[in-house]
């Protein structure tokens, strides 16, 4: 691999996002680079996603799924931005995932022609489509797929994006002050080799996923260390709504780590319950067991505080066991796995850490306020969540901002703008190997602290002890990046701890409740 690549349009990350911005693009005739972590499309949040995706309910209008966006977003989603989703989003269900993709949604069990639909919390129509309780998997499998294989795609496998390349940060040569910062491509290490190289982009598209692993208990995959939010930032965009992170109700409490219990489990009839079967929703909320996730959320941490027990219930064996064995077949089998038979025994559930509402501030087209950066799905704020998501708008929207940022990157590309391309500096390697045991001790202390201060409900007490351990430890982390053999491990402890304190300190400036924003004081 040479020390530096070439490419119209690059984009960081394979999730539903990366991947949506790499079709558009490339159907548009641009070359695209695409750079993924993983040696397979596992290590994102679309892989793990189990409920489903928007589509349309009968008979439903734009507006109806707008007022349950704004609902669920505790006031502060954008009208414009849940409009344009409601518009764009069921048209490029049926354009890209239906038809081009040719995802495999189930059928209707009564009506085999039609797609099936199902409700979830917030929503007051069934209109979100699914493959049994794997639509991520199958969204991603063949989507994924279908991008590897055409010509105009180049994936590059098991390469870790080190830092944006900005004119301003990474020329060699003088740059005019008075430009505004833009971006040309980035760094990134070939983790087989260990060598860093350049990608020089007309257009860079991140697409880098969520930040759940900062907080100690998460449904995210470990590779969710807030990546983009840091680079972006390092790199000078715009990050805002930073302290709204949303907290699932219901991952399954187990010894090896969360996992996720899908909301649809409440949508078709699951009920929360306590350690005696009592359902305890009815006082938090009139949806019950419906309520919206952040409501829910504080529910059962309160609840668990009260009783003293470690989770409460998610019970649905009151529903016909063949059914939920079609239904939920790999929630069922992760459960079978803990010694749990979803048919027969309530499922232990706790809270953690799910999407972050906030991200880099983008416009309807992705564009941020670095000159030639886009930023779609997890690590982007589209202002569509506000302070809270809706269940099933997550993928709809990687989906939607992602086409439409590939769309306007290739727009730009192919109307011959002229694109600077500074020559940029090349890497400079350090040598000193890096010691385990002490980033795996800082990546507790970041874990534990969010999770202990930071997490479900805060205050100024406990906001200004993360700031003291997290602003020390930033600074010995930054000593210890300086010095050390660059690896996968290094650049996401980096990662970690500045996306952290941006979470950290949007929550310690935001003095208002509101959606999963929770203050006791």
Not at 37 to 52: H, K, L, M, V, Y
Not at 281 to 296: I, K, N, Q, T, W
Not at 357 to 369: E, F, K, P, R, V
Not at 463 to 479: G, Q, T, Y
Request: proline residues 5%; negative net charge.
């Amino acid at each position: 691999m040479s020390d530096a690549l070439q490419t119209d349009v690059l984009v960081i990350g394979s999730g539903l996002g990366g991947l949506a911005a790499a079709w558009a693009a490339a159907k548009r005739g641009c070359e695209v680079t695409l750079l993924t972590r993983a040696s397979n499309p596992e290590d994102s949040n679309t892989f793990r996603a189990q409920g489903g995706i928007i589509y349309r309910a009968a008979g439903e209008s734009p507006e109806r799924l707008v007022a349950d966006i704004l609902s669920a977003g505790a006031g502060l989603s954008s009208p414009a931005a849940a409009t344009l989703l409601s518009q764009e989003g069921p048209r490029l269900v049926k354009q890209i995932l239906i038809d081009e993709i040719q995802v495999p949604f189930d059928s209707s069990p009564d009506h085999p022609e039609e797609l099936d639909l199902t409700s979830e919390a917030g929503h007051s129509l069934q209109r979100i489509i699914h493959y049994k309780d794997q639509t991520g998997f199958a969204i991603e499998r063949a989507f994924f797929e279908r991008v590897r294989s055409c010509p105009k795609v180049k994936v590059i496998s098991n390469a870790t994006a080190v830092d944006l390349l900005t004119a301003s940060h990474h020329s060699v040569e003088p740059t005019d002050v008075y430009r505004p910062i833009t971006c040309v491509g980035a760094y990134v290490l070939d983790q087989s080799t260990g060598k860093i190289f350049s990608v020089l982009a007309k257009e860079t598209v991140l697409a880098s996923g969520g930040l759940g692993s900062v907080f100690l208990h998460t449904t995210n995959p470990p590779g969710a260390r807030g990546d983009g939010i840091a680079m972006a930032y390092r790199a000078g965009a715009r990050c805002i709504n930073m302290q709204y992170v949303q907290f699932h109700p219901t991952a399954l409490l187990a010894p090896d780590g969360c996992f996720l219990i899908s909301e649809t489990l409440r949508g078709e009839g699951g009920r929360l319950v306590d350690r005696r079967g009592k359902e305890f929703m009815e006082r938090f909320h009139p949806a019950g067991s419906l309520a919206p996730r952040d409501v829910a959320a504080r529910a059962i941490y309160q609840t668990m505080l009260e009783s003293g027990e470690p989770c409460v219930y998610l019970d649905i064996t009151h529903k016909p066991a063949e059914q939920l064995r079609e239904r939920f077949p790999s929630i069922y089998a992760v459960c079978m796995e803990r010694g749990i038979d979803l048919t027969r025994d309530p499922i232990p559930v706790v809270p953690a850490a799910h999407y972050s509402c906030g991200g880099i501030a983008t416009d309807d087209y992705g564009g941020t306020s670095v000159e030639r950066l886009r930023a779609v799905g997890e690590v982007a704020c589209t202002g569509l969540h506000g302070a809270n998501r809706l269940a099933s708008t997550s993928l709809l929207e990687c989906l939607v901002w992602g086409t439409r940022a590939g769309e306007r990157s290739a727009e730009r590309i192919t109307r011959g703008e002229d694109f600077y391309f500074p020559e940029i500096a090349g890497w400079r390697y350090e040598h000193e190997p890096a010691d385990p045991a002490l980033m795996s001790q800082d990546w507790l202390t970041i874990q534990h602290t969010m999770w202990n201060y930071v997490g479900l409900i805060r205050s100024e007490k406990r906001l200004n002890r993360a700031m003291r351990i997290l602003r020390e430890l930033d600074l010995e982390i930054a000593r210890f990046y300086e010095k050390c053999e660059i690896s996968d491990s290094i650049i996401g402890l980096r990662n970690g701890i500045l996306t952290a304190l941006l979470i950290l300190e949007a929550a310690d400036q935001s003095h208002e409740s509101r959606g999963c924003h929770y203050r006791i004081d």
